[in-house]
């Protein structure tokens, strides 16, 4: 086979970002993945931000390669009355970046919250600190910190039973950190109100899955036009962690997911932004049974890894750890990538937070170091991988 490299990026949070962009070039990354997290959520991108941003990643010497993410407002997921203006929003957004040459999108349909965990500070046996979600711990904020109504129905009785028992020994302190971590949002974006979460909670439940997966429809249909026109890829991230949780309906979680994303709405536009940590987190999933499924438009790759034990409860491995088969994965994508005329870009998902980085302030699951030895893994594997040197 013929294969070329794929395009090393990695996420940079702009100049506010504790990781310069000289240490991203020290990692070896090429491309950055990068969005304007200053700007309100539904809000247009103008295009004078845009180019200040291209600007200085270029001045670096580093390519700005794909944007995460445009976030999709809350309007146009619940598709409220005022959705149109937000679509529309959207739409001159992808016109503006398009217009400085950035082309390729990545975005989530989650309800209300991005990323969830119940913990930041992880610790491995070597001392590094790694992202954690545990069912106990989202139960006792589900059950005693949010109060959800009818709360209970949603975990069985052994999970009930070991919330139930840890949270009368939690103090102050730990239950407000557990608020705190479930609650916690994009590094700079507005963090999630407990009121504004059980106001959603409420809305999502009178839409439910399928109303949900129409909406998506809805919204991937409004912009379809436009991206083909400006040859925009929109790449879908999936659900984090891949099932529901606190009553909240998912849509991107599965391999039965995807292939209704992408018949639903079947333009080359549409495609998938491949993590193998959020999916890798799904007992059922198959990581590599999905990616062959959907590889044609998968445009953009997370490679990280996970462990769970038998409850599903995760915490982030190191990334050719874990349940995922990083080496059939990276296999399967050099393969792909050996079709296209553009590189694949993919980024080392998430890092442990070690060395020096343990006594830095971080963004979670960003710090520089952990992401490093992520990135040497998995740039080592593929060169293993295909013996292209
Ligand atoms: C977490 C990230 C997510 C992702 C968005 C994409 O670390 O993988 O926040 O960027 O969900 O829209």
Redesign the pocket.
């Known amino acids: 086979m013929n294969y070329k490299k794929l395009e090393q990026t990695w996420?940079w949070y702009g100049p506010i970002d504790p990781v310069s962009l000289q240490d991203v070039k020290q990692a070896g990354a090429t491309g950055i993945v990068s969005a304007l997290h200053h700007i309100p959520h539904g809000e247009i991108w103008p295009l004078e931000d845009i180019r200040e941003r291209k600007a200085i990643i270029e001045a670096a010497g580093l390519t700005w390669s794909v944007v995460?993410?445009v976030?999709v407002h809350e309007s146009i997921k619940t598709r409220r009355a005022d959705a149109e203006h937000y679509l529309e929003n959207y739409r001159t957004s992808l016109r503006n970046l398009s217009k400085c040459g950035i082309k390729t999108v990545?975005?989530?349909f989650?309800p209300v919250l991005?990323?969830t965990r119940t913990q930041l500070d992880l610790e491995m046996t070597d001392g590094s600190k790694a992202l954690y979600f545990n069912w106990i711990d989202l139960a006792i904020f589900d059950l005693h910190i949010l109060k959800r109504e009818n709360a209970e129905a949603d975990y069985n009785d052994s999970i009930l039973q070991r919330a139930n028992e840890k949270f009368a020994k939690l103090n102050e302190k730990e239950l407000a950190d557990l608020r705190v971590n479930v609650l916690m949002g994009?590094p700079n974006e507005k963090e999630i109100e407990l009121e504004t979460l059980r106001a959603s909670i409420k809305e999502y439940a009178a839409i439910g899955t399928q109303g949900l997966k129409e909406n998506l429809k809805y919204f991937l249909s409004s912009i379809a036009d436009v991206c083909t026109e400006e040859g925009i890829k929109m790449t879908i991230?999936p659900d984090?962690p891949p099932y529901p949780i606190l009553g909240l309906p998912r849509i991107a979680s599965t391999l039965e997911d995807f292939e209704y994303i992408i018949n639903e709405v079947n333009k080359p536009f549409n495609g998938v932004?491949f993590?193998t940590?959020?999916l890798g987190a799904g007992m059922k999933n198959d990581a590599l049974k999905i990616f062959n499924a959907v590889k044609e438009r998968v445009y953009f790759a997370?490679l990280r890894n996970v462990t769970k034990d038998e409850d599903g409860s995760f915490y982030e491995a190191d990334h050719l750890g874990g349940d995922v088969n990083m080496y059939e994965i990276m296999k399967a994508l050099s393969e792909e990538n050996a079709k296209r005329d553009t590189s694949i870009p993919f980024r080392p998902?998430?890092g442990h937070q070690m060395l020096d980085d343990l006594a830095k302030e971080t963004n979670p699951?960003?710090s520089a170091i952990g992401r490093l030895r992520g990135l040497a893994e998995l740039r080592g594997l593929e060169v293993g991988v295909t013996g292209n040197y």
């Open positions: 996420r995460e993410s976030p990545c975005y989530n989650m991005d990323w994009i991230h984090d932004c993590c940590g959020s997370h998902d998430h699951g960003y």
